[in-house]
């Protein structure tokens, strides 16, 4: 979930002091919009992790917009005339009316997930309450509202020394209050909770937009832009409710992805490899030879850049078992008889049962890579994918899989040589094709769609590994090793 | 939700044996045109009690239409392949590729409900279990599907009679095993469960149709021809996905309204409802001035045909209570502040806080009766409002309100009676509008509208209370009742 907002995102003070006074104005001139228009209200919740700048952001969108028609709301514990009403009466109050901005800080999500932390709630109980949630704000975009949902995010070092600093300061010590630090101590429990949330509730309605919280003037600037470009694209429609719901969060403005913050340099001696590889066959084939093997089911799927290296990874582990007892699922473009059922069917026919191992090279995550670059199917369609996608691999799960998913990474250098090796070596030949060099044209889009695609479907249980696989044996043997892990976890 | 499918519905022969052959002719024709347009697939579930004729309808259906282009699924207890795949595998291999028919006879909803009638599982398991099913139903939906659920109800009478019949005849007595009187006992059980999953998964994208088993002309008829209708209403938009997704059910094909069928003759004499007025009228104050009370609201409800005696019934409730308590709140149009909100939003205001009594002279229901009939909002507003307004309901009754619905009916004589009555009497000529002749004129409409409203919102913990008010002595004094004895089960 957080993947992409660890990354050490920033702005220079140049860039920043010269594209803000455009976006002001900008912005100023949406509300002015927002307000003639007057068919529907703009709700943005501002929640995070303690330490990442929420209330210095809501007051920065006060600055940068004219505050009249601006609803600030700080959503803090609960009044008791609030409690003597039902939980929901409190937002209810402090909705704003069509033509306006409310800014909600802290809201309808604070109190289940505070709750979770501190264990006062079971998951079943989180996860109704997250279903009440979406409930509400379907009912809320159903109604014309336009949600925009922006998570701070913080990792627990930048927290710890976020903290740290506001204490040192004078001007700001009053706002680190021992429950902040309380708060600190749980940031694990925090942040396991917090992303559960974030998942179950990024719909495609009102998707979370996660921002990295630790330099201000990126927090200032990705907020300021993603309501603007909500607004505008939803003002440019007439302010009608939109078909296809929410826009996409926009890329990084700091062009900083996931992927392209690998370290590429990790390597591997062919010696080191050999004795490696042989170790962790040895010991996948005694894991999948294990009785209690029986009651369970093993998914892998390869997904990563065309010539990344699936095909090889993918032989290492096959080269671990008995061949009866593994299958290989490769995904080309579906058959008349696929197309003719939803997306996810095709996959549905090769889910194993207890006790298979099953190893599908590309997967459904087409639906949120080729399918969302290529534009085979509709922005609506592929932001609604991530949700369906997230709830087929909790059935999986819930029925006893090991699901291990492997992101294979390389630079585009070095596609660029593996491409014409292939093409110089003739029994490798066949591999490059004219859509490997069209996909390579669209290595951008690529990058944006799988840095989403990670952030939004890496579940407690089926996490993605990102594999930097620019050195083969590097690559093979942290593929085999993490597979064996998570089987040992999930036995 | 069974109300209006317990009313006796049936079928002459010879509307039957005159009807059938046209609709059978329109039903293979509506399946060429699916065939040809190959754009969407149709599923159709058949659910219900057993002995309401589950699988004759299957067989009936498979009659009328072209059988090679229908896949017909009886998904009775899991093979032990299926059992070793995650739960929803054997729907998916069973789902029918665009172009086709599948009915399904027992599906997804089979096991939780079974499950839930057993206590094998809990109250939050069970919702758990049913917002699945609806994110698995919304994704056949925005795959394209259209999906038609029925639900083929019986009355606990009915079921008896239906069973010993079927026992009598050699021909039918295989099929009532000891599985089938296991179930019967638990009718009870088995109505209060499958109320709520209908009511919960009664979505805008696929809502249930609850269609009487009694009779078996009507069950196929109606089936029949709500698929034909829906199909044909798809065909028409050349099979794209609609916006405003599935269309409502038919109305009662043999004209049988809920509201048709109350008992009016029902009536008291001056003397015995004074004595009942006297005797209620205390009991209430009692209750009220309880200190159980304190960490209680009461919410009534008022909504009826107009002149059907509401505001008298609102005054004889309110003379019982001490003018500090309780606040009356008439709904009329909503105000310029109000519109620029969520429809739920001027309710919202008014909910009580604990140890309050509210009483709604109309509701948040006039979303789906006068929003509804006039066409004040889309026919996808309203579909959405009932499952909009359950999700409200449930967040009062949480909150410990006693919420006690009303609908208060007259006949369209005794209303014209009171209209000219009204205008004759001048104190009271100010309350007959042009409004209220134009609402008499919409009468019919009114009437589906109300059925389905009371089908489709009558929750176990906020259940409607039909009120027959052509005399206003018996109506009075059974409100007054009925608010004693809810309020008395809350405590």
Redesign the interface.
Known sequence: MFESAELGHSISKAQYEKEVPILREELLEAQLDLRQC?KF?VIVLIGGVDGAGKSETVKILNEWMDPRYIETNAMSASSE?EL??????RF??A?P???KIGIFFGSWYTEPIINRVNRRIKV??F??AM??II??EN??C????LILKFWLHLSKEAQKNRLKTLEKDPDTRWRVTEAEWEHFKLYDKFRKVSSRALTLTSTAEAPWIIVEGTDPRFRYMTIGRNILSALKKRLEGGGHRP?SQAPPALPPIDNKFLLKSLDFSQSMSKKAYEKELDKYQRKLNLIVRNRKFKKLSVILVFEGFDAAGKGGAIRRIAGALDPRTYRIIPIAAPTE?EK??????RF??H?P???DFTIFDRSWYGRVLVERVEGYCSEA?WM?AY??IN?FEE??I??G?ALIKFWLSITKEEQLKRFKEREKTSFKHFKITEEDWRNRKNWDKYEIACGDMIDRTSMELSPWTIIEANDKYFARIKILKQVCSRIEEVF
Request: glycine share 8%; charged share 35%.
């Open positions: 007057g209200q005339e003597a009403h039902p939980a929901m009466w209810w109050r909705l009316p069509r033509g079943p109980d996860d109704q279903e009440q409930h509400f009912m809320l159903d109604e014309g509202a078909v008889e003719a059922q939803p997306y996810l069917w549905w026919r889910i049962k207890k006790g369609d609604r949700r369906e709830d059935q999986l819930r029925n899989s």
